[in-house]
């Protein structure tokens, strides 16, 4: 019998993909007609094994040695380039493109699956791959055909890798301070002159050319985010090789994903093409900036599903400590999963982070049944996607460290680097507090509120199915949390109503995957194993166990609370 991966769960992969949202029956639509559960198969094992033999085996050093910046170039671990490249060789980054550039039209849900494979067994190697996608993808969609031909089909091959670049130092997430000017030129290109901040991906030697899509301003363009526009300013010249004027100022040295460079660069009179029209940056950059979140949220989820898999295997081979009704000091110690509090953890993490892949799967699948009321759904879901993991998952790994007792706080075991990784999570791509007034400012209160009120519908219609013990604190849950939304805003005022935003975000992303694992359980509803028994054992785990802690959270915002807004902040000390 096969060894059971420590990466991530092909098991757990095939429930949700096929027994759960029924992806095979995607193939019924013209987009996936060449496509089959054989080939869905397929793309998941290559996944599995490029990621396996790979990118897995140099986590550890990647983590260990992380590239350095000598003033002239930057050096990254060879493991690195020969991954990205059997990655590219692959075919997996045009796996979910038009045939047209050359993609396979693969479902986003299958390769949403694929690619946590890679991100579970080097986050930060995976990175790289994963910013050049949402680049390519940014392009395809408001590019002209020549900037498609240029720049994306040079990403798609895996010759050129992209990035986002949007922070600067000064302005952090508040992209309307955004100061990187942009000057018109006779030639109808564009000069760039400006600083930006925590790069991912922004230098090194691994591809051909780095292709930076940069916010800026042009000159004369008004204050605030309106007055952005965006950029493809390529690391080198295309026709001549040489550097862009795109300056590598230095490298930041982050507490985890420290294979993935984290640069600090400098654009003086870099050369520059405009992206669609002036002034529109920012809405062209939300497509790239939406695709990364849910990224986000799936790489969270695949962190912490590696740790607990660690977790659970450390913890049924670790003999420690014996029954608290069997004192004999001569009997064998037992492994230490058969103690509560260890089962108690794991059990946590199991709900976590096989609720959050059911999350992340959800929201892919949603792409590729495109319709009003599905894109709306997404927009409601995509805070929730982004942050929840990031939390939640996160938790699974603190987990994980806490099972393994003082090895998992030693660098002997690979725990403590994924809790490092994936702590990282809750502030890129907007921080969690950022994705709370998203949530609890525009999505659920959009178009009067009816991206909630679908949201709720369908979670009612799921507890309505499931069985009575179970489905009914989810629908209780649905009808406070709507309750609470409306006496939020009753006032309409911004001020009183998001002060606790993040209470909000986290009461509505519990009741999110509570249900999540209603949907679970029905989908496992009749059928019998071991399998099947932890799916509603941690069903039943996280409605009893985890869902309660919203009460609070909604008392608290239904409390009309407004200490955080009225302190003041010399009374911190």
Same mark, same amino acid.
């Given at each position: ?341 260890? $089962?108690?953890?794991?059990? +946590? =993490?199991?709900?976590?982070? !096989?609720? /959050? ?5 959800? &929201?892919?699948? *949603? ?90 519908? $369908?979670?009612?219609?799921? +507890? =309505?199915?499931?069985?009575? !013990?179970? /489905? ?5 849950? &649905?009808?406070? *949390? ?92």
């Amino acid at each position: 019998m096969a060894a059971v991966s420590k990466v991530l769960s092909r098991r757990d992969l095939d429930f949700l993909l096929y027994e759960w949202l029924g992806a095979e029956s995607l193939t019924a639509r013209e987009r996936f007609a060449e496509h089959s559960r054989e080939t869905f198969d397929a793309f998941l094992d290559v996944s599995q094994q490029i990621a396996e033999r790979d990118f897995a085996p140099h986590n550890r050093a990647g983590d260990l040695t992380e590239p350095t910046f000598d003033g002239e170039k930057v050096t990254i671990i060879p493991e690195v380039s020969r991954a990205l490249r059997v990655f590219a060789e692959s075919g997996l980054p045009a796996a979910g493109m038009d045939a047209e550039h050359g993609g396979l039209q693969l479902p986003h849900v299958v390769q949403r699956a694929c690619f946590l494979w890679f991100q579970a067994a080097n986050t930060a190697t995976s990175a790289y791959a994963m910013l050049t996608a949402g680049n390519a993808h940014l392009l395809l969609t408001h590019g002209t055909e020549e900037q498609i031909r240029r720049y994306v089909h040079p990403m798609i091959e895996g010759r050129f890798t992209g990035t986002m670049c949007l922070s600067e130092p000064q302005a952090g997430s508040s992209l309307s301070d955004v100061t990187t000017k942009a000057t018109r030129q006779a030639d109808g290109t564009y000069r760039i002159d400006g600083g930006k901040m925590w790069i991912s991906g922004g230098d090194h030697e691994l591809s051909e050319n780095i292709i930076h899509l940069v916010l800026a301003r042009v000159d004369g363009a008004p204050a605030g985010v309106k007055g952005l526009s965006l950029f493809i300013v390529p690391k080198r010249n295309l026709e001549t090789g040489e550097r862009n004027g795109v300056v590598l100022a230095g490298l930041n040295h982050k507490m985890g994903y420290r294979g993935t460079t984290n640069a600090v660069l400098a654009f003086e009179g870099a050369a520059g093409e405009l992206v669609g029209e002036e002034g529109r940056g920012l809405a062209y950059m939300f497509h790239m900036m939406n695709e990364a979140r849910i990224g986000v949220g799936s790489g969270a989820v695949a962190l912490g599903y590696t740790g607990y898999l660690h977790a659970l295997a450390y913890a049924r081979e670790r003999l420690q400590g014996r029954p608290v009704n069997g004192k004999d000091p001569l009997a064998p110690p037992v492994p230490i999963v058969e103690h509560p509090d260890v $089962r108690r953890m794991l059990l +946590a =993490s199991k709900s976590y982070v !096989e609720g /959050g892949l059911a999350l992340v799967l959800y &929201a892919a699948k *949603l792409l590729d049944e495109p319709s009003p009321e599905n894109d709306l759904l997404l927009d409601v879901l995509t805070p929730i996607v982004k942050a929840w993991p990031s939390q939640w998952c996160r938790l699974a790994d603190d987990h994980a460290i806490q099972v393994h007792g003082g090895y998992g706080y030693t660098r002997e075991y690979p725990v403590e680097q994924f809790y490092r990784d994936n702590r990282l999570n809750s502030i890129h791509e907007g921080t969690d507090g950022i994705q709370a007034l998203d949530l609890l400012g525009r999505k659920v209160t959009m178009r009067g509120g009816a991206g909630l009120g679908l949201l709720l519908d $369908r979670i009612r219609a799921t +507890a =309505s199915r499931a069985p009575a !013990e179970l /489905g009914g604190p989810v629908l209780n849950a &649905a009808d406070r *949390l709507a309750a609470t939304t409306a006496k939020l805003w009753a006032t309409g005022d911004p001020s009183s109503a998001l002060v606790n935003a993040t209470a909000y975000l986290d009461a509505a992303g519990h009741l999110v995957i509570a249900w999540l694992w209603l949907e679970q359980l029905l989908a496992a509803e009749g059928k019998e194993g071991d399998f099947y028994q932890g799916k509603r054992l941690a069903a039943r785990y996280f409605v009893t166990h985890e869902l309660p802690r919203i009460g609070p959270m909604l008392d608290l915002l239904d409390s009309g609370d407004t200490l955080l807004r009225d302190m003041d902040d010399a009374w911190l000390g």
